[in-house]
């Protein structure tokens, strides 16, 4: 059973950092690409990031680019993002998911709630 | 960036009507649009990726179709469980654009 879980969110000053993760488990980790979604509160849906199956190539969204950075250790099935310089609107339940092929999001985590705020 | 239209933003359906959910695109696509539902308190789950192709698991009632550059979800007979909020996602270009959301209610 392919299982995504994250960690490390919770509450966080504006302009400091968070680094996330996600324990990837149930499949071939370095097989796949992975991207991390966001959603604001009551809001839709928005694409962060996302990495390459080998961690060769990244890529970002305008808004975090320069501020955030995708990463991941095959050997232990963890994909990362290190935000920082965080601003309010930032703050968002963060999905780490499994990008099937072409930006097809096929498995998603139960996400994690990020508040940046003083 | 492409810009994904979804229409409506909600709806009410019963359960012995078709359901349509549309998204049209910006500019063309080539079919790179998938669908999501997401119920309340859940993360999204993928149904149809490719404009038609049914994901693993997803019951045969939901399917997908083109018409120029906007894309239709369909449910056919939808059941209570389909109650959620339906997301489009276009993966022709970077960044990737979700439509602004449909929320479904069934009656």
């Known amino acids: 059973e392919v299982q995504l879980v994250e960690s490390g969110g919770g509450l966080v000053q504006p302009g400091r950092s968070m680094k996330l993760s996600c324990a990837a488990s149930g499949f071939t980790f370095s097989n796949y690409g992975m991207a991390w979604v966001r959603q604001a509160p009551t809001k839709g849906l928005e694409w962060v990031a996302t990495?390459?199956?080998?961690?060769?190539?990244?890529y970002y969204r305008d808004s975090v680019k320069g501020r955030f950075t995708i990463s991941r250790d095959n050997a232990k099935s963890t994909l990362y993002l290190q935000m920082n310089s965080l601003r309010s609107e930032d703050t968002a339940t963060y999905y780490c998911?499994?990008?099937?092929?072409?930006?097809?999001?096929?498995?998603w985590g139960q996400g994690v709630m990020v508040t940046v705020s003083s | 960036d492409i810009q994904m239209t979804q229409s409506p933003a909600s709806l009410s359906a019963s359960l012995e009507e078709i359901v349509t959910i549309t998204c049209k695109a910006s500019?063309?696509?080539?079919?790179?649009l998938s669908w999501y539902q997401q119920k309340p308190g859940k993360s999204p789950q993928l149904l149809i990726y490719?404009?038609?192709s049914l994901a693993d698991g997803v019951p045969s009632r939901f399917s997908g179709s083109r018409s120029g550059r906007q894309y239709s979800l369909k449910i056919r007979r939808p059941q209570v469980d389909d109650s959620g909020i339906y997301y489009c996602l276009q993966s022709y270009s970077t960044p990737g654009t979700f439509g602004g959301g449909t929320k479904l209610e069934l009656k």
């Open positions: 998911t499994r990008d099937r092929y072409n930006s097809v999001y096929d498995y």
């Open positions: 490719d404009a038609t």
């Open positions: 500019q063309g696509i080539d079919d790179y």
């Open positions: 990495i390459s199956y080998d961690g060769g190539g990244t």
